[in-house]
């Protein structure tokens, strides 16, 4: 993950500013794993022992991008290239012998692992390993074309809206996307192909979408911007709705794990053990689809029981699951319960019990329990 850059001057500014992100020359020779690319059981319980590799982000493309530097660009976009030129390289490094690849990303990798799922299972068979079954697992990159809190003109990364922002990048970077979504819409409008809910249902692999139900980055580029000041009625309708409005287009995912929380990123973090969805965390919840794959393979049968694997939270605001990541205060760093969060965004316990045609103080129960 790390945003993407879509014309001179922002990717001019991201070179200045976040190198890192843009050239290989600074990176650290060796990192350690955390999250799901740890190699430790109790921090990664199912995968611990895989064969992993990490492929930083360099191309400011959200892995999409097919140009080579030229006279008329400063910058190489070659983020689809490298995948696969990765997996060309990692064939001769025992992949061929491999049963399962999983592509993992988070963020602008997430959409990554959307727009590339399809092709490295397509580049595998035609290099001939059809045997290799290909799966993608799509961490908050599943954003949502909707109309920001408050329109702002496209002028950097932050404040374009993401449809804008993406229909530039495209051209800038010689973007690519699947055959299969590309042919859903008409010429020109590839860029829908970079929203989960519209590329998805045109996806061969399977994949699973890791989503918070409350993005802090969906947000950010929504304009909804929460700093110290309590949160307008205007926003918080806004934000329940944005939850509403992602709930919705997971329903038809088989494999989902959305959590109602404020947040942005998990599988790489440490705590990613801790989070649960409807008493299940997401090593569970992908360990129990890894299993109904290869149950399905064998026969066909019905989902495993007491083993989840479409989990998504139905209650209507950020962090009212108790499992959520600790939230800070911008400006203290003090660490905040739910109650004090939501007092803190604005949230008026008094008319919303009201309007539930609840006690407050049975409300501010069932917040700080989560239900």
């Known amino acids: ?22 050239s290989s020359r600074e990176w650290p020779a060796t990192r350690v794993g955390t999250g799901i690319l740890s190699s430790q059981p109790e ?21 999409s991008g097919a140009s080579s530097k030229s006279e008329k660009n400063e910058y190489a976009f070659m983020g689809a290239l490298i995948i696969q030129e990765v ?6 490094k025992g992949l061929s012998t491999a049963k399962v690849l999983l592509l993992a990303g988070s963020s602008a990798g997430g959409t990554g692992v959307l727009l590339n799922v399809d092709r490295v299972a397509e580049q595998l068979e035609e290099m001939g390993y059809q045997g290799i079954q290909v799966r993608g697992l799509a961490d908050s990159g599943w954003f949502l074309d909707n109309r920001q809190y408050r329109r702002t003109d496209c002028i950097d990364t932050i404040t374009c809206a993401p449809t804008e922002a993406i229909r530039r990048g495209i051209r800038y970077w010689n973007g690519v996307v699947p055959e299969r979504c590309k042919l859903q819409f008409k010429e020109g409008e590839e860029w829908n192909c970079f929203f989960g809910y519209k590329i998805y249902p045109t996806l061969r692999c399977p994949v699973f979408v890791v989503q918070w139900l409350f993005d802090e980055a969906q947000l950010t580029v929504d304009n909804v911007h ?5 949160v ?4 918080w309708l806004y934000i329940q709705n944005l939850g509403r409005e992602l709930r919705n287009t997971l329903k038809d995912v088989t494999a989902s794990f959305a959590p109602a929380c404020l947040s942005h990123e998990i599988i790489t973090r440490n705590h990613w053990t801790d989070i649960q969805v409807k008493g299940t965390s997401l090593p569970r919840a992908l360990h129990c689809w890894d299993r109904s794959l290869h149950e399905s393979n064998k026969n066909g049968k ?5 083993c989840p694997i479409h989990l998504i939270d139905s209650c209507p605001w950020p962090h009212c699951n108790p499992s959520c ?6 400006f203290t760093g003090q660490e905040m319960n739910v109650i004090q969060f939501l007092m803190h965004m604005g949230f008026d316990v008094q008319k919303m019990a009201q309007q539930q045609g609840l006690e407050p103080s049975k409300l501010l129960g069932m917040l700080s329990s989560g239900n």
């Open 1 to 22: 993950g790390g945003w993407y850059c879509f014309n001179r001057e922002n990717c001019d500014t991201r070179y200045d500013t976040m190198r890192r992100l843009m």
């Open 43 to 63: 921090e990664n319980p199912h995968w611990w022992n895989a064969n992993m590799v990490f492929i930083p982000y360099c191309s400011s493309d959200v892995w």
């Open 87 to 92: 997996i060309k390289e990692l064939v001769g």
């Open 226 to 230: 929460l700093t110290g000041q309590p």
């Open 232 to 235: 307008q009625e205007g926003q």
């Open 302 to 306: 019905a989902p495993l029981k007491g």
């Open 325 to 330: 990541p600790t939230i800070r205060d911008q």
